[in-house]
């Protein structure tokens, strides 16, 4: 435990917990075996962290100079609400400037990846493999099936539904139900798949058209 850190009552640590300095944990929270959290990260009350998180890394930001790249410093934190939730071996990566924010009642699978400055709101859920990348805000209650990507910079609305191994590109309004790759309305990219499905059979046929065709060309010519 680092130095000016501060634990509340009631929280558990278990082996081989790692807390840096003037880390800030509330109440009753638990960190299960392996977690790291790093400096001045602050933890709500309640919340439980799976065995080998790490809160608080350095997020994954880098310029480009004569052909060297150069890791950007980031000097934020992460802030996790209260009665959050988070899986085995998942990341939250610290914010470049300001914090990475972890809202109320959130509930995040094993192996999630969150990047620097990402704002998620109260009651999302996460499952498993879902990465969201840098700056991406979601409002609240938004749920991501297991598998899917957010992509840097976009905002995401109250009450997103989006379903496992969907890429999410672009702003998404609130309520909206979405699949896919670039991810967009959920019945409409289902339509494609099953329009996908016939695309064999349509070009049997095409190719069976454009023969008679041939053949009434020939028979017409001679």
């Not at 209260?82 to 192996?111: F, P, Q």
Request: aromatic share 2%; glycine share 12%.
């Amino acid at each position: 435990i680092g130095p000016g850190a501060k634990i509340a009552s009631g929280v558990i640590l278990h082996a081989n917990v790692s807390i840096g300095a003037d880390v800030v944990i509330g109440a009753e929270t638990m960190l299960q075996q392996g977690v790291v959290v790093l400096d001045r990260c602050q933890i709500g009350n309640r919340v439980s962290i799976g065995p080998n998180c790490v809160i608080g890394a350095d997020g994954f930001g880098y310029y480009t100079d004569q052909g060297v790249h150069h890791r950007i410093p980031h000097i934020g934190d992460v802030i996790i609400e209260d009665d959050v939730e988070i899986g085995a071996a998942s990341c939250i990566d610290r914010a470049k400037l300001g914090s990475t924010v972890i809202g109320a009642g959130t509930k995040i699978d094993n192996l999630v990846q969150i990047a620097h400055n990402v704002q998620i709101g109260r009651g999302c859920i996460l499952c498993a493999q879902v990465g969201i990348a840098g700056s991406a805000k979601l409002g609240n209650y938004v749920v991501i099936g297991g598998s899917a990507g957010v992509r840097d910079n976009i905002t995401i609305g109250d009450q997103v539904k989006c379903a496992a191994f969907a890429a999410i590109a672009t702003d998404t309004p609130d309520g909206s139900v979405i699949a896919g790759i670039p991810a967009h309305n959920a019945r409409q990219t289902f339509r494609e798949i099953r329009a996908l499905e016939r695309l064999p059979d349509l070009i049997k046929k095409v190719r069976a058209l454009e023969a008679r065709l041939e053949s009434l060309d020939q028979t017409e010519n001679n």
